[in-house]
């Protein structure tokens, strides 16, 4: 497995090598120090695995380096990797296309199992939003926005997933479903928006979930 690890901090690099270490199977580390050698290296490995990436880095300003990243290499899963545990940070980054968002205060075993479920094609969401987390755009108030277009509970949930870039097979391993479930549910939701792709779903639940 082949990780790109990207932190200004030698230090803090060789520490997440140790972590890294414990995952298996094995992991080819390869380093950056800022969002150019980032860029760099990714363009130079089309084979990887997963991007862990320390939010603020030399090169870019905020979450300006993660979005550029998620733009120019969609394909390779992004995890960031920060010592900011802001909630703001957290629903920022993921709303940038991050799959993960990790505090660098976590513990190794969190750390290893945020990891895991990302390689497994999952979205890790720090517990520290717990079910605050509904959507990379809003809270409590685009949930409701949602609802109030006819969808159950599940296909609400199915509906914030959708709208993260989830697909099927992560779907159903994080609502603990089968993939032909998530289909039923998705196309229940294309009814209800009347549209008929899983783009134009998506950017219907966006629109809904950006409403004031």
């Known amino acids: ?11 803090m690099r060789e520490g997440v ?6 995952l298996t199977p094995p992991v080819e580390i ?25 939010l603020n880095m030399p090169g870019f300003a905020g979450m300006q380096g993660i979005t550029q990243f998620r733009s120019r290499f969609p394909e390779i899963p992004l ?4 010592a900011s545990e802001s909630a703001h940070d957290m629903r920022s980054a993921l709303e940038a ?14 750390m290893l199992a945020a990891l895991r479920q990302v390689l497994a094609g999952d979205l ?22 949602l609802q109030h277009c006819g969808l159950t ?28 479930t998530v289909k039923v549910h998705i196309a229940a ?6 549209v008929t792709n899983r783009t134009e779903a998506v950017l219907e639940i966006q629109r809904l979930m950006q409403k004031p």
């Open 1 to 11: 497995m082949k990780t790109l690890l990207a932190d200004d901090h030698p230090l």
């Open 17 to 22: 090598r140790q972590v890294l270490s414990q």
């Open 30 to 54: 390869i380093d950056a120090h800022d969002y150019p050698s980032l860029f760099a290296q990714a363009a130079l490995h089309a084979d990887l695995d997963l991007a862990l990436v320390d």
């Open 79 to 82: 995890v960031v990797l920060s």
């Open 97 to 110: 296309g991050a799959l993960g968002f990790i505090p660098k205060a976590a513990s190794t075993a969190v």
């Open 124 to 145: 890790y969401v720090p517990a520290s939003l717990g079910d605050s987390y509904c959507s990379p755009h809003t809270g409590a108030a685009a949930c409701a926005a």
């Open 153 to 180: 509970a599940r296909q609400l949930e199915v509906a914030r997933l959708l709208a993260q870039g989830c697909a099927n097979k992560a779907i159903a391993g994080m609502l603990a479903m089968s993939e032909s």
């Open 189 to 194: 939701i294309f009814r209800a928006f009347g």
